[in-house]
């Protein structure tokens, strides 16, 4: 008697098997660009080294106030641009709040000439003709209207950001939602493995972003890392990639609208790490880039 397994087995030496997965890995590879080249390097497997190989899970981690809603507005507004549907579940920010940084972002304008009882008549008219002038040629980016937090309900939005093509699905952020399971730990768990498994059966991209514990918050002197993630290990595992944005080298000169830190690929289950990225946050326009090899000696 022959037992039934629970899935399907493959015999990966076997030659059918082996011209088959020679034909998928001779496809190009699919993948989500970042504004990040360090970063769009380091990500092989189905990414091909170009960016965000899709199926993947991403885990986005930082302090309180550290640029992780700026970092991943960052990545979609990029992803966006380059014609990939987004779909953002944001559990503490408006949706105004939102479109007022991705706005800012996009058209390369100041946020304080955006923002309610700034917004001048130059600023309204530029930006009217500049999303005019790409519609179209980009993505969508899709937020929610009202507030979310259980699990479910979130769930069922990124379901609808499915139907409507989205690529890439942000969840903003992890310890917000509200899942029936009582403890952190376990509550966590639950979110973690949900975001992650609706990634690989609906082939997207997924971005959970995580605070870090309050005792790596408060060591000013060390960089977070991995362990640093507030909620237990089942965000380092469920992740194919954990990046972390370093507060113990943040700098930012009086009076400058730029500070200056580093993006920590502190996990890579597809390439190298840790890899450390020096990146350059400006305050006026919201937008993060990467540093470049002759600016070295600028950061900390």
Known sequence: MTTKPPVGVTDI?????????LAEQAKPPEAITTPFPSLNRVCGGIGGRIGIGMGGHITIGGDTGGYKTLLVGNLAAHAALCGVNVGFCSLEMSREELQERVLANVCR???AKIERGSLDADTRIAIGDEVR???????????????????DDIVRLMEHYHELECKMLVVDYMQLVAA????????ITDVSRTVRDFARSHHVVTIGVSQITREAAKNRREPPTIESLYGGRSLETDSNMV???????????????????????????????PVHIPIEVDHETLTIREGLLDEE????
């Open 109 to 111: 304008k100041p946020v």
């Open 180 to 187: 029936p399971s009582v403890s952190l730990v376990d509550r």
């Open 13 to 21: 030496l076997a030659p059918k098997s082996v011209d088959e997965f």
């Open 243 to 273: 990046l972390l944005l370093d507060h113990s080298r943040y700098d930012r000169p009086p009076g400058s609208p730029v500070a200056r830190t580093y993006l920590i690929i502190a996990k890579n289950r597809r390439g190298d790490w």
């Open 133 to 151: 002038s790409i519609e179209g040629l980009i993505g969508k980016f899709y937020v929610n209207e009202d507030g979310i937090s259980k699990l």
């Open 297 to 300: 000696d600028l950061w900390p």
